[in-house]
């Protein structure tokens, strides 16, 4: 059985820079997509992208180019989500879920979402 | 990108009640739909996928069904537990999209 195990709250000056991971256990880590979903506070889900664990291909979606990366440590089986130059509106919950992969590349995309991480609270505040 | 309603945003129901969430999207996704159970400060937990097909594990109170544009969520006889938020998301094209939450609770 897969776990999602997320990395804890982070309280951070805007400007700066947060990482933020999600460890996976209990299974292989390759051949999966590790999405990332945002959820803004008493908002709902928001999805970021999603990250190829066997090819380390990142996808972005529009809104999360730039500040936003994905990427992974496949010796330690965990993800990571790097947001830089940090505003008050990236505070919210981080979520990562997994998905299998359908297709292939160049046309690849998850499938929906199990497991979920349990989520990382990221507060941007001076 | 395409666009997810649901209805209703939120209502009352008592334990016993069978519940019926609608979801709409804005263009044909065939089956590729999923229905997810948040509960307050917990992460998404998948119900549904490919629009009809019970997650392992998830009571069999719970049902989808639909297909292209217009998908709907039955829970058959309302427990406790069943109290939360209930999101809808198409993994058909990028950007994958969820729903707005339909928020069930206590009548």
């Known amino acids: 059985q897969v776990q999602l195990v997320q990395s804890g709250s982070e309280l951070k000056n805007p400007g700066a820079s947060v990482k933020v991971s999600c460890k996976a256990s209990?299974?292989?880590?390759?051949?999966?997509?590790i999405n990332w979903v945002r959820q803004a506070p008493g908002q709902g889900l928001e999805w970021m992208g999603w990250?190829?664990?066997?090819?380390?291909?990142?996808t972005y979606a529009q809104g999360f180019t730039g500040r936003f990366v994905f990427s992974l440590d496949t010796s330690v089986s965990t993800a990571y989500l790097q947001i830089t130059s940090l505003k008050a509106e990236d505070t919210a919950i981080y979520y990562c879920?997994?998905?299998?992969?359908?297709?292939?590349?160049?046309?690849?995309?998850?499938?929906?979402?199990?497991?979920w991480g349990q989520g990382t609270l990221v507060t941007v505040s001076s | 990108a395409i666009r997810m309603t649901q209805s209703p945003s939120s209502f009352s129901a008592s334990t016993g009640d069978r519940v019926t969430i609608t979801c709409r999207a804005s263009?044909?996704?065939?089956?590729?739909l999923a229905w997810y159970q948040q509960k307050p400060g917990k992460a998404p937990n998948l119900l549904i996928y490919?629009?009809?097909t019970l997650q392992s594990g998830v009571p069999s109170r719970f049902s989808g069904s639909g297909s292209g544009t217009d998908f709907t969520l039955t829970i058959s006889c309302l427990q406790s537990e069943d109290f939360a938020t209930y999101y809808c998301?198409?993994?058909?094209?990028?950007?994958?999209?969820f729903g707005p939450g339909t928020k069930v609770d206590i009548k």
């Open positions: 879920a997994r998905a299998e992969v359908r297709g292939e590349a160049p046309i690849e995309a998850p499938n929906w979402f199990d497991p």
């Open positions: 209990g299974n292989t880590f390759t051949t999966y997509a």
């Open positions: 990250i190829n664990t066997n090819t380390g291909n990142p």
């Open positions: 263009q044909g996704i065939s089956s590729y």
């Open positions: 490919t629009a009809s």
């Open positions: 998301q198409q993994y058909y094209s990028y950007p994958f999209t």
